[in-house]
């Protein structure tokens, strides 16, 4: 009821704005010889000598209206560095949400305060750069403008400090952390502040409630920037020892030395180097839970394969729709479907087909900017593997994309090499990319691939996959997507990523977003609807299809309220097994055949900001021949900002004519900041399917940018005969230490 009246007075909303347009704004940076110390305090007299912009606004909930609190930005740059100063005034301090210490971690939760840089002026790529009241920094690059891939790990210096007016931050970003053109002096620009209590967005620059690279100021004057000699030599040191515990079971000492070196032969162009790779101290995948008959995709987390990752993107395959990254979005089409024929996914590589770990003897990698041209070059050496039946293999990964304009792109991508296999493989394939920011007061992107794999055993026909999509990924007002995909029968990108072959996928949803006037309990609804049908090429029948109907509401304490009610039909002409018990006693089959079901899914996503929240999940329906109940979520518990626990469950009771079973996934992960530089973390995950408990325990060090270590132990335990006494089964204890010596 509330959402309705909240609907039936939106017309205030525009009687209470403020006449204030989302004009191009531009700035001067000063170029000073002073450099301050970065100690979250903006007392150094060069401060005073900096250009000051107060002129920010609202994003949310009203855009271009005056923030509820002021913010006031400095900004200068010496030869070296840019520095960022920024006030932001409170008038009640206890409003603020400092809850996160720890380096790295995520800051969806606190209040921040960002920069963002587009150092091209092409309105394409970019920088976030986000700092807490605590001084946690965190930082990303800009994939397809829109979204950040946070894995990104740079090198640059924050600190904050809170005060009787609120806090400050005091930012150092070194140009030899960052890619640009020497010969232009004018950079797109941005300041972005985020006020959770209230959950206010507010910002320099915006665009239909968009903050992104695309709707950057413009920031001039920047001459003579160096980045010294632009080399980064990076040492590191592991010392690991593993056991085994089964019968044949062993202990082994490894003293690991490796290296990393990279170069900016240009400003423009990065130039990488790893030997005797080592990623003992990446973090675990969290479990998943597959109830189809499709791949999971799970994410990479390894830096050397995050540097310029957003070069190596292709054909805005894996991009969703709106809200497509949170239980609010579409479940036409999974994270797995949407990445389907994806030519490039560096996570195949140094691992094997069931996630075991290959060495990497060493790679080389080149990217950044040559001209009108982006490029991207990587060369990796893997070892052999005896136990896998796996030869060293050299894998070889290149990139280019062609700037036309400020809105249009074309590339190319060749792959060649097979990490998990000992037969040849090679993939070619081109793509464009069309984005306008000004269609009529919205956004547009329009693009489309092609791509052809030539496999050692495989007919080399079919062996293509295509896709065209139209999205308009705007905030508020309309905002949709259609996503055409064919992947063929033969199409195998050994490098890359497949869901399924041999199929035609059209993806679609559309809906609309309101905002409610600021006195409302809800900030805005949002109704959309949903679909995917997916299609077998050999004679155009039906494979899996899926609609649906949404309604989500946000408050203005960015809790969300969500509910949808999708419809399903699937038919296969050969039955799968979805279930399996880890000791090989039962198996639960579903039969070739057609089906359709109705699933029903309520949902409550509080903010992030509190000190207890709890996402919950609930889902009810059919399910093929048999019914399906699903409870999921997770409990936040954050007493203070040193200490967090964070409980996640996955539950999954299905009942089949086959048979009935109950799959369950549990994870509890505990945090415990010393300090801003120190942080220990323990995450225990348990699925009842493998009947595997898995502990891994990270002590983090960073007494700067550039300079870590770590100690990690992985503990593996098994209930191999289910009667909840769990054996250990491998343990890895690993000492890593890394340095950045910067030239």
């Not at 985020?194 to 910002?203: G, L, P, S």
């Not at 004519?657 to 300090?675: E, K």
């Not at 909840?724 to 491998?730: G, L, P, Q, W």
Request: proline residues 4%; negative net charge.
């Amino acid at each position: 009821m509330l959402v309705i009246l909240g609907l039936l007075s939106a017309s205030s909303v525009q009687a209470q704005q403020a006449d204030i347009v989302g004009e191009s704004k531009s700035v001067i940076f000063p170029r000073l010889s002073s450099d301050p110390v970065i100690d979250g305090q903006l007392t150094e007299a060069v401060w005073s000598q900096a250009v000051v912009i107060e002129d920010l606004h609202q994003v949310f909930p009203r855009e271009y209206v005056m923030p509820t609190e002021p913010t006031r930005v400095r900004v200068f740059y010496t030869e070296n560095a840019l520095y960022v100063g920024a006030t932001l005034y409170e008038s009640d301090t206890t409003e603020i949400t400092d809850r996160v210490l720890r380096q790295g971690q995520s800051l969806a939760g606190d209040d921040v305060f960002a920069v963002i840089i587009d150092p091209y002026l092409d309105q394409r790529n970019g920088y976030r750069f986000e700092v807490n009241p605590n001084g946690v920094r965190w930082e990303g690059l800009f994939q397809n403008i829109i979204e950040v891939e946070g894995n990104w790990d740079g090198i640059w210096e924050a600190r904050a400090q809170r005060s009787a007016e609120g806090w400050t931050a005091e930012i150092r970003i070194p140009f030899q952390s960052l890619s640009f053109n020497p010969d232009s002096d004018t950079w797109g620009l941005n300041f972005n502040r985020v006020r959770r209590n209230d959950n206010e967005n507010i910002a320099w620059m915006s665009r239909n409630r968009e903050v992104n690279p695309s709707t950057s100021g413009i920031a001039t004057g920047l001459e003579g920037l160096r980045q010294g000699m632009g080399l980064d030599i990076v040492p590191s040191l592991t010392l690991r020892r593993n056991r085994k515990f089964d019968p044949g079971g062993f202990v082994e000492n490894h003293y690991e030395p490796q290296l990393d070196v990279f170069y900016k032969v240009t400003p423009q162009l990065n130039a990488s180097l790893t030997l005797n790779t080592d990623f003992s101290a990446t973090e675990v995948d969290d479990r998943q839970v597959n109830l189809t008959r499709f791949n999971l995709f799970f994410p990479e987390k390894r830096d050397f394969f995050l540097r310029d990752v957003d070069i190596f993107e292709f054909g805005r395959i894996g991009s969703g729709g709106f809200n497509s990254g949170s239980g609010t979005g579409s479940p036409a089409a999974s994270n797995s479907a949407r990445q389907n024929a994806r030519p490039f996914f560096s996570r195949k590589i140094g691992l094997g087909p069931n996630g075991q770990i290959i060495d990497i003897v060493g790679g080389v990698k080149l990217s950044g900017r040559i001209g009108d041209w982006n490029v991207g070059t990587l060369v990796i050496n893997q070892d052999e593997d005896n136990s896998l039946g796996l030869d060293s293999q050299n894998i070889f990964v290149g990139r280019t994309v062609l700037n036309v304009g400020s809105r249009t792109q074309v590339g190319a991508i060749v792959t060649d090499g097979n990490p998990q296999s000992n037969l040849d493989n090679t993939l070619v394939g081109t793509d464009f990319r069309y984005r306008n920011t000004d269609f009529y007061g919205n956004t547009i992107q329009v693009s489309g691939f092609y791509e052809e794999t030539e496999t050692e055993g495989l007919a080399n026909n079919n062996n293509a996959a295509m896709g065209f999509s139209l999205i308009l990924p705007n905030a508020q007002g309309w905002q949709g997507l259609y996503q055409y995909k064919r992947v063929e029968e033969n199409f195998f990108p050994a490098v890359g990523f497949v869901n399924t072959t041999d199929i035609e996928n059209h993806f679609f949803n559309f809906g609309y977003r309101h905002f409610l006037p600021s006195e409302s309990l809800f900030r805005s609804v949002l109704f959309a609807f949903d679909s995917n049908r997916v299609e077998n090429l050999e004679d155009g029948s039906l494979n899996n299809q899926s609609v649906g109907l949404r309604m989500s509401t946000f408050t203005n304490t960015n809790d969300t309220i969500f509910g949808r009610i999708t419809s399903f039909k699937e038919n296969f002409k050969l039955p799968f097994i979805i279930y399996r018990a880890s000791d090989g006693s039962r198996t639960v089959t579903i039969p070739a055949g057609e089906y359709s079901w109705q699933e029903g899914f309520l949902g409550l996503q509080p903010g992030g900001h509190r000190q207890v929240s709890a996402n919950l999940f609930f889902s009810v329906g059919d399910y093929y021949n048999g019914s399906h109940k699903a409870l999921q979520g997770n409990a936040t518990w954050r007493p203070n900002r040193n200490f967090s626990l964070v409980l996640t469950f996955n539950e999954n009771r299905i009942k089949l004519p086959g048979g009935n079973f109950t799959l369950r996934v549990f994870g509890i992960n505990s945090q415990y900041a010393f300090s801003s530089t120190m942080s220990w973390s323990n995450l225990v995950q348990y699925d009842n399917v493998s009947e595997n408990l898995g502990f891994n325990s990270r002590l983090h060090w960073i007494p700067r940018a550039g300079q870590e270590t770590f100690l990690v132990l992985n503990w593996g335990l098994i209930d191999a005969d289910k009667d909840n006494h769990f054996d250990s089964t491998v343990a890895d204890l690993s000492l890593k230490f890394n340095y950045t010596f910067r030239f």
